[in-house]
Structures are given as C-alpha cells and as structure tokens.
C-alpha cells in the first residue's frame, strides 16, 4: 500500500509555528509535521555554511517522516539554503520531492501592498545581509524602494517573552523608528521573519496607522493553495488526515509552553535529533 505523505514545515525554532497556524487555516485539511531545531535556534547570525547543513539534516530528517513537501518557514534558511538545496540535494533525495522557502512567495505580491512604492523590512542579521528580498523584489516590483533593518534583538526577546515588557518594546520601538526615519514615504513594513507577527501589536502602538505593518503566514498559505492547484500531482499524495504532528530537537516541555504562545492553543511534542 502506497503511503500517503505530509507537509513538512521547519523553522529554527518557534517562528515557523506563524506559517503553521496559517497553513492550519487555509489548508485544514492535510497533514503536516512541524518540526524546529530549538536546540541550535537562532540562525540569524550563523554562517551561510552553518545554515545550510542544519537546514539540509532537517530537510533530510523530514523526508525520513514522509513529507514530500517541506515548507522551510524560516527566513533565515530560505535565504541561505533553499537554494542550494533545491538545484544540488533534491536530485539526490528524491526527484519526486520538493522544498519552497518563504521569500519568493511574499516578493511575489507584497509591491501590491504598497501605495508610495517605498516598503520597509525588518529581519534577522542573516536575511538582510543576503540581500534576498532586494534581489527577489527587483524582479516583480522593480518600482519599489526598499530599506531594510537587522533586528537581532527581537527574537531573543520574544522567545523569552519580553517583547511586551519595556525594555522589550523600547527595543522595538528603536528598531522602527531607525529603519522609518531612512525614508519617510514607506507605508509598509514586511515582518520578515516568523517569529515577528508577536510583536506587531507592540508596533502599532507606536507607528502612523496609515503604515501598513505585513506579516507573511497568510502570504505563505494563500501561495501554497495555489501551489497545489498548480501541481495536482502533488495534491494528490497527501494525507488529509488534518492532523499535526511535532517534533522539537529540544525539551518538549519547554517547547510545549512557548508553543502556546505562538499558535493559540496547546500541542504535544516530541524530541527528535538531526
């Protein structure tokens, strides 16, 4: 008998639980696996080289679980693995396998946002030194002005749960204001980085309600629906079972608790190694 296969979704840690809730939504009905690598989280900062090979393990470990499609809902990896993964690993895994990332589909539509033409992104040190959204954007919307901003601070901050706290949103704030006083006609801020849709309340407190602040779980799960209308084939193989299964290179425990803050509701996971 034939099984029938998942949808992976990874991220470094918590953030791609934002993708996940999202997919949860739009694509109830299929099966996916979430797993994050909490015990070498954050990627931000990492080497290309180092990004890579956690990612690829992953991806690895993912298809081991049945995922055919793997999701890679972190910014990070998107940047500095997919790629690579995609034209050099893929063909050796398995040709009928596929990995999408999170930055193509979000470049594709977010110059639609946009009324001045001038959009604002906020990521980790490891997605703005790529460059893949100015590289990405200039082939959809080569119109659009970009300013971009590192926020190394911010996901420490919401993984410890002290983006609501003062000093947390001091940091916030700062951040903000630094990339808005860049180019004052920006009207849109992209929250390039999954762990970021936590601390959009925190910067609407304090930015114009005319900037329009984005962030890309319903970018990712609008785009996978047309993914799989597109490729029929694929859509096929999945389980739609509608169930979630978790996995954490980390203490559950702990994993279980922050979770909770990141999808709304309570999971069950279970460690995995890479």
Request: proline residues 5%.
């Amino acid at each position: 008998m034939t099984t029938l296969k998942k949808i992976g979704v990874f991220d470094s840690g918590y953030g791609g639980l934002t993708v996940l809730g999202e997919l949860q939504r739009i694509l109830p009905q299929y099966e996916y696996i979430y797993l994050g690598d909490n015990a070498r989280t954050p990627y931000g900062n990492r080497s290309f080289e180092v990004v890579y090979n956690f990612t690829l393990q992953a991806v690895k470990k993912l298809v081991e679980l049945d995922c055919d499609l793997i999701i890679l809902a972190c910014n990070t990896a998107s940047a500095k693995a997919l790629r690579t993964i995609q034209q050099n690993d893929l063909p050796k895994i398995g040709s009928d396998k596929r990995v999408l990332g999170v930055i193509r589909p979000t470049t594709e539509v977010i110059g639609k946002y946009t009324s001045s033409s001038n959009i604002g992104i906020l990521g980790t040190i490891g997605t703005i030194k790529s460059n893949s959204y100015g590289i990405e954007l200039a082939k959809f919307f080569p119109e659009v002005n970009l300013v971009q901003k590192a926020c190394p601070l911010w996901v420490p901050l919401i993984e410890n749960n002290m983006h609501e706290s003062i000093p947390g949103k001091m940091i916030i704030r700062d951040d903000v204001m630094d990339l808005l006083r860049q180019n004052d006609a920006i009207d849109t801020l992209l929250l390039a980085c999954t762990h970021y849709p936590l601390v959009k309340p925190v910067i609407e407190e304090f930015v114009d309600a005319s900037i329009q602040i984005i962030p890309q779980g319903e970018i990712v799960g609008l785009s996978l629906r047309d993914y799989l209308i597109r490729h029929e084939w694929m859509e096929e193989k999945l389980s739609k079972s509608g169930e979630t299964t978790y996995y954490t290179t980390e203490s559950p425990e702990d994993f279980n608790e922050k979770a909770a803050l990141f999808l709304g509701k309570p999971i069950q996971a279970q460690k995995i190694s890479l």
